[in-house]
């Protein structure tokens, strides 16, 4: 962010102060200055060597970080393997079978285990690795008040049920964001993390092949600019039974943190209805027109500040949950 406006900076500060605030005061920036001084250092360092080998980490941190925080807050329940008798945990739930990661994320705990053994929690780890990876791909900094639990419960069912689908329409989404103490804002700038990272066929392949249900090529989605979805249909997507081929969420432009996303909805090439459906609502679009007018440290301000609220939901503080020594188990 070096170069980012003054009052970029501190706004972003503030608004860290504010998150802080609205957690009672038990998230706090240097929450282990005492208990783990390097411990953040430790994650940063881990991530600025690694990122650049494998940059396609930087999105699928931020979107582990996004589904661990709707589905019992950011407690890294995401994080956690079934259980031995049988019970399928989060990770299980079809929205999550595509997220990667997890040996990237246990080897930063494992890092940081060995300089403060149980003291660092999953749920910080995974909040400042998806910060501290979408700086290394040129992307904004935000502050990530620290001292959240690790959460001993992950349910398949819950991710299922609280985790906005890519074919949501807009009043929805507007509603599985509202649950967790989002808006509308929220809803349009942390969508903007797509102009990151990939995506499967089956996610979208409705919109180009099925989209009312009389099958065939012919069945497009007509909020989808035609152009781009017959190239979809002829170069990617070919079938609408493929699940295996991956296509970039903003073409051209995926391993880069910038402002094509939004650029690309206007012109109808949003991946996904949850992307087409951003300007179907008049204070949404409005926000997308006003941020793919500006310079991209606006972007990088408003999705800072959303990143942050996002981080604050349903943490678990105090005596509530645990500190997992492990990401993937809970302690015994």
């Known amino acids: 962010m070096a170069g980012a406006p003054l009052v970029l900076v501190m706004l972003v500060a503030a608004v860290g102060v504010v998150a802080a605030e609205r957690g009672g005061g038990k998230l706090r920036q240097g929450y282990y200055e005492q208990s783990c001084p390097r411990a953040e250092q ?21 979107r582990t970080h996004f589904h661990d925080c709707f589905v019992r807050g950011c407690d890294a329940s995401v994080l ?7 019970g399928e ?19 930063v705990k494992a890092l940081v285990e060995q300089e403060c053994p149980g003291v660092v929690s999953c749920a910080d780890v995974l909040a400042l690795a998806s910060r501290d990876a979408v700086g290394v791909i040129g992307g904004p900094f935000w502050r990530v008040p620290t001292g ?3 959460g001993r419960v992950s349910i398949k069912q819950e991710a299922l049920d609280q985790l906005p689908a890519p074919t949501m329409n807009f009043t929805d989404l507007l509603a599985s964001f509202r649950a967790k103490g989002l808006g509308v804002a929220d809803l349009v700038w942390l969508s903007g993390a797509h102009t990151i990272g990939i995506s499967h066929c089956n996610s979208f392949s409705e919109r180009l ?10 069945d497009a989605d007509p909020s989808l600019d035609a152009e781009y979805a017959a190239n979809l ?7 609408p039974t493929d699940n295996t081929t991956i296509v970039e969420m903003d073409p051209g432009s995926f391993l880069t943190f910038d402002l094509s996303y939004y650029h690309g909805l206007l012109k109808y090439q949003g991946l996904f209805q949850s992307d087409a459906a951003l300007i179907t609502d008049d204070a949404a679009r409005a ?5 793919a007018k500006s310079p991209p440290e606006v972007f990088f301000q408003v999705f800072a500040r959303s990143m942050m609220r996002m981080g604050m939901i349903e943490v678990k503080t105090g005596s509530d949950g645990e500190i997992r020594r492990h990401c993937a188990v809970v302690n015994n």
């Open 148 to 150: 959240r639990r690790d």
């Open 42 to 62: 430790i994650v940063k360092d881990y991530v600025e060597r690694q990122i650049p080998l494998e940059p396609s980490v930087a999105a699928t941190l931020i």
């Open 287 to 291: 926000d997308v027109e006003s941020v």
């Open 209 to 218: 092949y099925n989209f009312t249900g009389r099958s065939g090529p012919g």
């Open 233 to 239: 249909r002829r170069t990617n997507c070919t079938t």
């Open 80 to 86: 956690l393997n079934a259980t031995t008798g049988g």
């Open 89 to 107: 945990a989060e990770k299980d739930a079809a929205p999550n079978l595509t997220l990667r990661g997890f040996d990237f994320l246990d080897h």
